[in-house]
């Protein structure tokens, strides 16, 4: 995977001179104070060969996934074998089922293009940017391994999913040719070939390769530099990035670049119509994991004089105030769109759901409450169970039109605003769009179910919906999200919460 080279995160300037870099934005303090230049953070691009490392996880999953399936396939022949009855009816010959062999990879590839994102496309098409229908085409093996594990696993189909794995060895290793090459490494396919391989490993495994190949993504997009996503192409897909590179970071509780101004505006200089109000709300979430990494600074007494506090205080509030400024805006951009639909399923924890006119108000509802619950968490853990997040909101207003959504001035505990986010997920689960709804609620789900008690309606709840996202969606990593998330908890307040 597309690596940097060494493993200090210090500027260039303490690197060279030895020192311990505080590696302060943009310019390191240490260099400020000495009085001499930084040189900033910028990295060059190193290509990491891992693939032995690769084809011998490529082993594992194959094995572990024909396992399953052998053992899945056994109960099917058991369970047939005990539903049928003595006839004395002549019994004829059954055909054999048909087979995929001389048009696989186009049934494959039509399969995942019409349901992997319906209703809520990401980068696709982007990922066929480049694609060639050659086998010594990058794009090509990464979007056949993505088709094939999609197809293997939404029809347990073990020869699909084996040719997925290879085609994802094969990719790996035209991949590494093309980041060798500056041209090719910087040209927007090297991207999409990346984000196409994230997906990949959400399906193949639990965890580990996708953030691997997230920590690419970012290397890849930060060493292009804001300008070169200014083409609408190229600013679509970075759109599409970002929320994963976010994603990621939070998990990490580490500080994203994308929280730089020049980040939020440059690739939208060209076209500042594409602004849209999705895309300032992501401006926002791009704060969440230098906020979580303050935090567990906090927490550990690496960052925990008065001063620390205060300030930690004061952006908590800036962006809850920033937060509500989006919220009202959205009320008056898409009023009585939403709308309650009421249920009789007592296995789930809230007795009626929220329904959308599009799938892409609900992601939008979906992130912002997301974003609401860990600033309003983070609040309670620094002044005391008291916080309330609603005496920000006095001053913004904000006319009602979607009846059964929390405003920000509404009066709401964090379970009432998780509560919000399951409620949302039965519409978001409905089909066209089931597999993209998968996707979607994955990781507002992930945040959700850490301010419910374990055993309880709504943390059991949320442990079969990631079970639902493995076996009906396609997702083999949400199998790793409970009880801690795929690094651990984001915020250290079981006690305040449950």
Known sequence: MVGVGGRSGGCHTCRRRRVKCDEAHPKCERCTKAKIPCEGYARDLKFVDEKGRAQKRVQIKRQAYLEAVQAEEAQLRANRASKLQPTNRPVGKVSPPLS?????????LTFMLNKLFAGWRLFIPFVMRGYRGTEDCTTTQTVKALSSIYFGRMHHDKESFDSGMISYCKA??????????????????????????????????????????????H??????????????PELDVFEAARLGMVHNYMEKKK????????WQTIPWAKHPEAKDLLSILCDRKCYLPGLLEDMEALRTGQRATPADVRNLCQNIHTQLQELYIWRAAWEAEHPNC????????????YSSALHFTSMSRAVEVG???????????MGRILMGPEFSPTALATSIIVTRTNQNLLLPADPKSIQDVAMEILRMVNYELMEPHQSAGYFQVMFPLRVVFEVFRPGSKEWDYCQKLFIEMAERGGF???????????????????????
């Open 100 to 108: 995929l062999a001389g048009f696989r990879d186009k049934v494959e």
């Open 219 to 232: 290397r890849l997009i930060e060493a292009r530099g804001p300008e070169r996503h200014q083409t609408r």
């Open 367 to 377: 992130h912002y409450n997301t974003i609401l619950l860990q600033l309003y968490r």
């Open 476 to 498: 083999e990593l949400s199998r790793r999200m409970m009880p801690s998330g795929i690094c651990g908890r984001m915020l250290m307040d079981e006690e305040i919460n449950t």
């Open 255 to 262: 500080r994203c670049f994308l929280e730089q101004a020049h």
């Open 338 to 349: 939403c709308s309650i639909v009421e249920l009789n399923d007592p296995s789930i924890p």
């Open 172 to 217: 790996l290793r035209l991949l590494g040719v093309d980041l060798k090459d500056q041209k090719a490494a910087f040209a927007l396919p090297s991207v999409t070939n990346v984000l196409s391989l994230v997906i990949f490993e959400m399906m193949a495994s639990s965890g580990g390769g996708m953030i691997q190949h997230l920590g690419g993504v």
